[in-house]
């Protein structure tokens, strides 16, 4: 380490060593402590992007791992979770059949098959995941992601938002990175709320319903888009950025209320009930049966146009979750609630601990608010609420105990205080 001097200089910032922390030397040169931490943080974003998975390389997970990850974080939903992993892993063979090697002799009747691009549909009651499957497929392939919300879109040259601003944002999040852009995913939620709501032909335009499925198709399929690179309006004069979107997997999502009745319809159950004793299990669209009997010309009937639907052809329906699936949603993925509280408390010294009766009760208020996991975070919330206001002043408890009745008449939780030792 060099002497404390003001006359040895930095010979990268030409700082003296008065003005930094440290100054190591070298043969005939120093570096302070500054521009070490500067190199390092250069070091490591390089190291980082190079290690980066390549889905042009040959190191595309196998469906079986992509399932294995999504297990971390996502509970239940097993025969979506498949679906998923067949048809990202299929996409990005796909991709990396397109640009880096062929894998066929010439002879081979195989060479000139092309394969077609395999968007995905996700079918299932708010609450059940789908936005979740999308954002953990988008971290498990480490590639851009988006998400949009279907019914703000509208036809170009109408007041909302352009389809293709969709692909700005995913721009934005690749860090305007085209060739990251164009392999990243782009989840459009609410994709049932654009569908047609009347078979009849209507004189006037339908900018946000049929109007935008006509608009999604050509990105959907694949095509180079002009995307203005500070969003807004487009005119003459700006300057573009092309991106290709035959590459982008789209992943739509939506609740499709309603669509039960359309297959029971189709099957002649009319006056079959969703708690009918002896057929109920073919009534529901979420059951595994009821998932098997769901057809095109259903999402036909429904809204969408027969162009939208086969640009999505792997089509995954989701379950609503049960009262024991919601309380491991609590307990059991990587990042689950109560493992967030948990950690949150213990950055203040107090140990949480959930009793089960207390996550039953949890998971059945959830259930009655009718909107899934999605109603789990904002009941901890009011739970923990006045808890994470007190504790972190004081320096009494050493352990909280949430039980049933605090989930239910809101009894204060067990509160554990700390054992003061005798000043010596």
Same mark, same amino acid.
């Given at each position: 380490?060099?002497?404390?001097?003001?006359?040895?200089?930095?010979?990268?910032?030409?700082?003296?060593?008065?003005?930094?922390?440290?100054?190591?030397?070298?043969?005939?040169?120093?570096?302070?402590?500054?521009?070490?931490?500067?190199?390092?943080?250069?070091?490591?974003?390089?190291?980082?992007?190079?290690?980066?998975?390549?889905?042009?390389?040959?190191?595309?997970?196998?469906?079986?791992?992509?399932?294995?990850?999504?297990?971390?974080?996502?509970?239940?939903?097993?025969?979506?979770?498949?679906?998923?992993?067949?048809?990202?892993?299929?996409?990005?063979?796909?991709?990396?059949?397109?640009?880096?090697?062929?894998?066929?002799?010439?002879?081979?009747?195989?060479?000139?098959?092309?394969?077609?691009?395999?968007?995905?549909?996700?079918?299932?009651? *708010?609450?059940?995941?789908?936005?979740?499957?999308?954002?953990?497929?988008?971290?498990?392939?480490?590639?851009?992601?988006?998400?949009?919300?279907?019914?703000?879109?509208?036809?170009?040259?109408?007041?909302?938002?352009?389809?293709?601003?969709?692909?700005?944002?995913?721009?934005?999040?690749?860090?305007?990175?085209?060739?990251?852009?164009?392999?990243?995913?782009?989840?459009?939620?609410?994709?049932?709320?654009?569908?047609?709501?009347?078979?009849?032909?209507?004189? *006037?335009?339908?900018?946000?319903?049929?109007?935008?499925?006509?608009?999604?198709?050509?990105?959907?399929?694949?095509?180079?888009?002009?995307?203005?690179?500070?969003?807004?309006?487009?005119?003459?004069?700006?300057?573009?950025?092309?991106?290709?979107?035959?590459?982008?997997?789209?992943?739509?999502?939506?609740?499709?209320?309603?669509?039960?009745?359309?297959?029971?319809?189709?099957?002649?159950?009319?006056?079959?009930?969703?708690?009918?004793?002896? =057929?109920?299990?073919?009534?529901?669209?979420?059951?595994?049966?009821?998932?098997?009997?769901?057809?095109?010309?259903?999402?036909?009937?429904?809204?969408?146009?027969?162009?939208?639907?086969?640009?999505?052809?792997?089509?995954?329906?989701? =379950?609503?979750?049960?009262?024991?699936?919601?309380?491991?949603?609590?307990?059991?993925?990587?990042?689950?609630?109560?493992?967030?509280?948990?950690?949150?408390?213990?950055?203040?010294?107090?140990?949480?601990?959930?009793?089960?009766?207390?996550?039953?009760?949890?998971?059945?208020?959830?259930?009655?608010?009718?909107?899934?996991?999605?109603?789990?975070?904002?009941?901890?919330?009011?739970?923990?609420?006045?808890?994470?206001?007190?504790?972190?002043?004081?320096?009494?408890?050493?352990?909280?105990?949430?039980?049933?009745?605090?989930?239910?008449?809101?009894?204060?939780?067990?509160?554990?205080?700390?054992?003061?030792?005798?000043?010596?």
């Amino acid at each position: 380490m060099a002497k404390p001097t003001n006359v040895t200089l930095c010979s990268f910032c030409g700082k003296s060593h008065s003005e930094v922390n440290r100054m190591i030397s070298g043969p005939g040169v120093y570096i302070c402590d500054h521009c070490i931490e500067l190199c390092k943080k250069i070091m490591d974003k390089e190291l980082a992007a190079e290690a980066k998975t390549d889905i042009g390389s040959s190191k595309i997970p196998k469906p079986a791992e992509i399932y294995a990850e999504m297990n971390k974080y996502i509970i239940g939903q097993d025969s979506a979770k498949k679906s998923l992993s067949v048809g990202v892993h299929n996409h990005y063979k796909r991709i990396q059949l397109s640009e880096t090697f062929n894998g066929f002799d010439e002879d081979d009747e195989l060479r000139d098959v092309e394969l077609e691009k395999s968007n995905l549909l996700l079918i299932g009651p *708010t609450g059940s995941g789908k936005t979740l499957l999308a954002k953990t497929l988008a971290r498990i392939l480490d590639v851009p992601f988006c998400i949009a919300d279907a019914t703000a879109l509208t036809e170009a040259g109408y007041v909302g938002e352009d389809v293709e601003s969709i692909i700005l944002r995913l721009l934005q999040n690749a860090d305007y990175d085209v060739e990251r852009a164009e392999r990243g995913i782009i989840y459009i939620d609410e994709i049932d709320k654009i569908g047609r709501t009347t078979q009849n032909v209507s004189i *006037t335009r339908d900018v946000s319903g049929e109007g935008v499925q006509q608009a999604l198709l050509k990105i959907l399929e694949g095509a180079t888009c002009n995307v203005p690179p500070q969003g807004g309006r487009k005119h003459p004069q700006q300057e573009y950025i092309q991106i290709k979107t035959d590459q982008i997997l789209f992943i739509c999502g939506g609740a499709f209320v309603g669509l039960d009745k359309i297959v029971q319809r189709r099957h002649g159950a009319d006056s079959v009930g969703f708690n009918h004793s002896q =057929n109920n299990e073919s009534a529901d669209l979420h059951s595994e049966v009821g998932a098997a009997q769901l057809e095109p010309e259903d999402l036909l009937q429904f809204g969408l146009i027969p162009e939208f639907i086969g640009r999505l052809p792997v089509t995954a329906v989701l =379950n609503e979750l049960t009262e024991e699936e919601l309380v491991l949603v609590l307990t059991q993925p990587r990042n689950a609630l109560t493992k967030q509280y948990t950690k949150l408390l213990a950055m203040d010294g107090v140990k949480l601990k959930f009793q089960k009766e207390a996550l039953k009760a949890l998971a059945k208020k959830s259930i009655e608010r009718g909107t899934g996991a999605r109603a789990l975070r904002s009941l901890l919330e009011d739970l923990m609420r006045d808890l994470m206001y007190d504790l972190p002043s004081r320096s009494d408890v050493s352990q909280v105990t949430i039980n049933a009745a605090t989930v239910e008449s809101g009894k204060a939780p067990s509160l554990k205080k700390t054992s003061r030792k005798k000043a010596a």
